[in-house]
């Protein structure tokens, strides 16, 4: 089967109303994925991607100082709810040769989750091409997320507060198989946080989105899970040797 971003988003029907009914709360644990190399808020600065805040509207490849590929800076045109609903079906579809790892979000619920998110980060409306967007986006508690399954479950991670940050934020640059390997406790997998981001360049987490990523990875792929590798070598960190029954902690600050 060959697949279509033009027919995915024909399907979506009205974009403008999918999008005034998308959970902005499971958008904003999705922008988790993004925060891997784009910074979100107002001013920030660029990482390995542009600054998103204001995205929707704006003109493609013009944020100040950013050097892009040669197929986004080509595309011409801004972008709009229809043109970003595009882009996140299949960034490499496209814009071939665009430098983006991020594979895109194939199902249409998550990006009007997203989209909903992202239409929040800015200090215009959002352009939609057609018509202005409704003004305001349903929340968790205005929507429930059994509509349709979520990126944690296609993923098959444990319910509990956190999973869907950790499906986000992990998946983003590891097989969740690596993670679940691990066998860390609480302080462990804390520290573990600092070494990601002092040496693998992990965006540094607000501590309420550390706090509860850390405790749902310890409570569901602690010591006491029995998928724990018992490898020689700790596959998120090879250099450091991974221990029979006593879980890898990182290098030591010096």
């Known amino acids: 089967v060959v697949f279509s971003a033009g027919a995915a988003i024909a399907e979506t029907g009205d ?7 998308g959970n902005v709360e499971a958008g904003e644990r999705l922008a988790i994925r993004c925060k891997a190399c784009h910074t979100l808020d107002k001013d920030g600065a660029k990482k390995l991607g542009p600054n998103l805040w204001g995205l929707i509207g704006r003109p493609k490849a013009t944020v100040e100082g950013f050097t892009y590929s040669y197929a986004l800076a080509k595309l011409g045109g ?10 996140l079906t299949d960034p490499r579809r496209y814009a071939p040769g ?18 909903a998110y992202l239409s929040t980060l800015g200090d215009k409306k959002p352009a939609t091409g057609t018509s202005e967007a409704p003004a305001t986006a349903k929340t968790d508690s205005d929507k429930s997320s059994e509509a349709e399954p979520t990126f944690a479950d296609e993923l098959g991670l444990p319910k509990g507060e956190g999973r869907e940050d950790v499906a986000a934020l992990c998946s983003a640059c590891h097989s969740l198989q690596i993670v679940k390997q691990q066998g ?4 462990r997998w804390d520290g573990l946080m600092d070494w990601m981001t002092e040496k693998q360049g992990m965006p540094a987490l607000e501590p309420e989105d550390r706090t509860r990523i850390v405790s749902y990875l310890a409570e569901h792929y602690g010591p006491q899970s029995s998928s724990r590798s018992m490898s020689p070598m700790n596959p998120m960190m090879p250099t450091m ?10 290098p030591q600050k010096q």
């Open 98 to 115: 665009n430098r983006m790892a991020f594979a895109g979000l194939r199902k249409a619920g998550q990006r009007h989750d997203l989209l």
């Open 15 to 21: 974009l403008q109303k999918q999008v005034a009914s």
């Open 241 to 250: 040797p991974m221990m029979p029954r006593m879980p890898v902690m990182p």
């Open 78 to 87: 801004s972008w709009t709810l229809e043109e970003l609903d595009k882009f």
């Open 184 to 187: 860390l406790n609480a302080d």
